[in-house]
């Protein structure tokens, strides 16, 4: 008898507080490690990475001439390997971790060197070191897609030190303020894969650095076409299904959301390569392979801050409006600016980038079928107004800090290849070698 009440009384209390306060019994739990999310991120993490190499080398190699085809995949490969280091160093930490009295602009240095990212770390269900190697993906591609804004001109050493400045100053506060509880995850911004942090920001970036150097030399009267447009295809082509990492796997999880992601990615860039290519089909009279393929980049760019929260009717409309408005800014507007941006960084990059993460604010409303608004958002005008005030602070910080850096390493060590580089080619001025021995 003594035993059954003992039993009882141990047992009562706990099934009394599992039933009317399940919360209060599940938040003392520790989290655990899931090893179906911790396989699902592992695949996403080596998808993200194979969209920059590969597939943006691959996809900026062919739209260059062949004179320059090896400089822009080395630019591309010698990012990854900087930032994978800068990353490790300091970058994570000063993205990911509290920033005491400048937490809301940038974290602190608890993680310098991953200090305290071990075996057993967890970031939610996941390792922490998946958690980390997946952000540097992130870390890696955003630079890279910077340089097809300068291609064919810009130094190889300037470049570098552009890049690891630009990380330091750029990058990693506009990821803090967005992902790591800086200022803009106070204001509720619904940016779910880097509509701000990744595509704004490399988009404007590569607009000022495009603006800094100048125009290519004979541009725009020299005609320079792509000189393989096979290597574009098959580079967005590896973009398009890399890109499912880089949405579906900012859910961190192997869950309905990243579902739903996956689909609407799908989606919204089959419908902005239609747009894209009709649009130039009725404007120029014929369909190009770099169109459609410009035209699927765009809508991969402008679904990326909305793959969390659209659902699949907001995805068609993100796609089309990104096929179409990307397709303008990237003749009309470019040819009546006169701006040299050599691969439309800005075009597709920056306006995808700022059409996706306003129309967010629109299409995540369950009312049009997304998941909902941000916390503590109670309109879609209220938050459309938040999208649009971290698409400024965005553009703003970015625009300037650019600016800045460039100014300092042209002072310091020159931004430009001399003309009689230029003229050879960067493979043969800057690498000593050759895309192709005819």
């Known amino acids: 008898m003594m035993n059954i009440k003992l039993l009882k009384n141990l047992v009562g209390p706990a099934l009394f507080g599992l039933l009317f306060f399940p919360g209060l019994v599940l938040a003392e739990e520790a989290p655990t490690l899931s090893s179906g999310d911790t396989a699902w991120m592992l695949t996403a993490t080596a998808l993200v990475l194979f969209m920059t190499i590969p597939g943006l080398s691959l996809f900026y190699a062919g739209m260059v001439r062949s004179k320059n085809v090896l400089s822009v995949m080395m630019q591309c490969f010698a990012i990854t390997s900087l930032m994978s280091i800068l990353w490790v160093i300091y970058g994570y930490s000063m993205a990911f971790t509290d920033g005491g009295s400048l937490q809301k602009f940038v974290g602190g240095f608890d993680k310098l060197f991953l200090s305290g990212v071990t075996v057993d770390s967890l970031s939610g269900t996941i390792p922490e070191t998946v958690f980390m190697t997946f952000q540097l993906t992130f870390a890696v591609i955003t630079p890279a897609l910077i340089v097809g804004a300068f291609a064919e001109r810009m130094k190889f050493s300037a470049m570098l030190w552009f890049m690891g400045i630009w990380v330091t100053v750029v990058y990693v506060p506009i990821t803090h303020w967005v992902w790591g509880g800086g200022f803009l995850a106070d204001k509720s911004i619904l940016d779910f894969a880097g509509g701000t942090v990744v595509h704004i920001n490399a988009g404007i970036a590569g607009l000022v650095a495009a603006l800094v150097l100048g125009k290519r030399k004979g541009y725009p009267k020299t005609a320079m076409p792509p000189h393989n447009l096979g290597l574009t295809l098959m580079g967005a082509s590896m973009l398009w299904v890399g890109w499912f990492g880089f949405n579906a796997g900012s859910e961190l999880a192997a869950d309905g959301t990243a579902g739903m992601a996956m689909a609407v990615t799908q ?7 239609l ?10 009279g014929k369909p190009s392979v770099l ?6 980049v765009a809508g991969l760019v402008a679904i990326t801050p909305a793959s969390g929260t659209a659902g699949p009717m907001g995805a068609l409309a993100i796609g089309a409006a990104a096929g179409l408005g990307c397709f303008f800014a990237s003749t009309t507007i470019k040819r009546a600016l006169g701006y040299d941006d050599s691969l439309d960084v800005f075009g597709v990059h920056a306006v995808g980038g700022i ?14 079928g997304g998941a909902g608004l941000g916390d503590g958002i ?5 938050q459309v107004g938040v999208q649009v005030y971290g698409v400024a602070a965005t553009v703003l910080y970015t625009a300037i800090v650019s600016f800045v850096i460039l100014k300092v390493i042209d002072l310091v060590i020159g931004l ?5 580089q230029e003229t050879e080619g960067l493979d043969l001025a800057l690498h000593d070698e050759r895309g192709y021995n005819l």
Do not use: P, Q
């Open 355 to 368: 059409i996706g993460a306003i129309l967010t604010g629109v299409f995540a409303a369950t009312s049009l």
């Open 378 to 382: 109670n309109s879609i005008g209220e």
């Open 416 to 420: 430009r290849v001399t003309g009689e």
């Open 267 to 273: 989606i919204a860039t089959a419908t902005a390569a």
């Open 275 to 284: 747009a894209w290519m009709f649009s130039e089909w009725l404007s120029h």
């Open 291 to 296: 169109g459609i393929a410009s035209g699927a």
